[in-house]
């Protein structure tokens, strides 16, 4: 299997009224409590830690699962740990009807696959996407199908450089391969 | 086809094909990171590249968000960045000099046109001088000190047209407010917007750059106010030494959509916690009582903003029991409201001075707010923990004035 195509089971980040949590901001996702923090390994514990409802992620969480978030996910402020913490619980992806735009970069860059798709307000306001789902995702072509529902749905499909950075590792990588080949 | 004022930044910075939602490689004029993601862009830097930046007199360090150091964690991230700095000579914008965006367009770095990158989610405030500045991730800045260039997807771009001639009792704060009101987090998501119309087109600098400090809480990617008049012009020649020609939009460029706001009439507004884009008037909320005041950050931190706050504070008294935090953007701001004797009215107002930065914004130098605390502040942000455990408040400094002088939330004219 590729990087950009994606399966696994997600978490649909709900609040208590049984609505997608929307504009969830990087001060919920990872607190400026623990930004001394610069060990990747040590971040996960702190995954959502500020987020009302949804403190006992990281606990809950599996390496593979994906997260499922409403939209503007990731405002605020540039800190990479709030990408950083689900990299090193090994989520697969996580998908968003938007997100923030230096959110979006910053995953991107430490390939963790982001996705967009307008289609999940819908899916899940119908009950047709809950947590414990097993979706699997085609980044490239940007199809997604709910696994035993019948449900197909879309996402905006990965750019050019977000699959290239996907593949090589991280913008690190990614530079060095560019460079290889005399490019940019 | 006709272009965009951010199209043709990224046209002079590129050599691809600039549309929106095209990916580009852009060249980046100014590369800088903060205290806060700076060890992180030096440790990046030092484990995938070593060596010299390739660019040391386009590669900056600005300390603004502990300024001094008030943890150990700051007081070692800023000395790893330092010691990192001196080995390569780059130059530091250390714990004196104050907000890094601002320091940037003091220094005449940040001009019309340029790119500016930083691991500071504001940096977007350089819109208000016609700079194409973008907060971006300590990977991204890593890559930025080392390559000069980083990946960019062009943003559509919306224009805003704001009906309305600022009266005497809405200020630049009151209008962004305002906006984010109107817009939330949606209008303008992912975007690039121009505001034009009589509301924004006499704006000061400070005016402006209080105005595009908050596209980055209207979820947008940079914000300009391309019309301006002679006033203006010389008021950022004197400011950055540097002439002020900024890129207009073509007549014939395409914009996503344009947004007519009718805001005749408009008061002092205020943002209740925990979103900037609750917004309210103030007689909404009118006698709620505080405890502390902020005037200060990169939103509200220009001199002028201080000399509006001192019209309110000079000759009065901060309520006892309350108490009024004072932070210029810059030491340049500082040294002007020393020069103007607008701090000492605040001090005998009973106000605390504290030294330029972002204390009082995020959770530097200038304290925390406790449980239960009620806060009014010129900041931009009110999210639950920005500022410690209390209740923000954002308002104007005219706002914080008053009500730092009634001890409640009050407007400029309920002040006796
Ligand atoms: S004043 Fe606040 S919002 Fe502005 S740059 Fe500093 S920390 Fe960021």
Redesign the pocket.
Known sequence: MSKTEIEGRVWVLLDGRGALIEDIDTDQIFHNAYLHLTDIKQMGPYALGNLEGWKDFPAKAKPGDILVAGRNFGAG?SRQQAVDCFMALGLAAILAPSFGAIYFRNAVNSGLPVLRSRALEGIVREGKLVSGDKIKVDGLSGRAEIAGRAVTFEVVPMSRVQADILAAGNLFLFGRMLQKSGRP | MGQTILEKIIQAHTADEVRPGAIVWLDLDIRSA?D?GGPNVVKHYEREYGGLPPDPQRTFFTF??CAPACSLKYADNQQLCRNFARKHGLTVFDVDRG???HVFIEEGLAVANSTVVGT????N?LGAVGSFGQGMGDVDIAFAFRTGRTWFEVPPTVKVVIKWRPGPSATAKDLTLFVLRELGTSALANKAVEFSGPAVRDLTLAGRITLC?MV?EMAGIIGFVPEHGPALQEEVRALSGRPYQPFQADLDAVYDSVIELEASGLGPQIAEPPSPTQVKEVAALKGLPIDSGFI????N?RTEDFVAAARILKGRRVKPGVMLKVVP?TRRVYEELLGQGILRALFEAGAIIINP??G???E?HAGLTGKGEVQVST???NFPGKQGQGATYLASPEVVAASSVLGAIAGPEDVP
Do not use: E, K, Q, W
């Open positions: 402020s | 903060r806060f603004d968000l907000v890094g965006s500071d989610s504001h940096m405030i400090s980055t200060g950050s990169c939103t931190g953007a930065g972002c009082g914004c995020a530097g900041g931009n942000r």
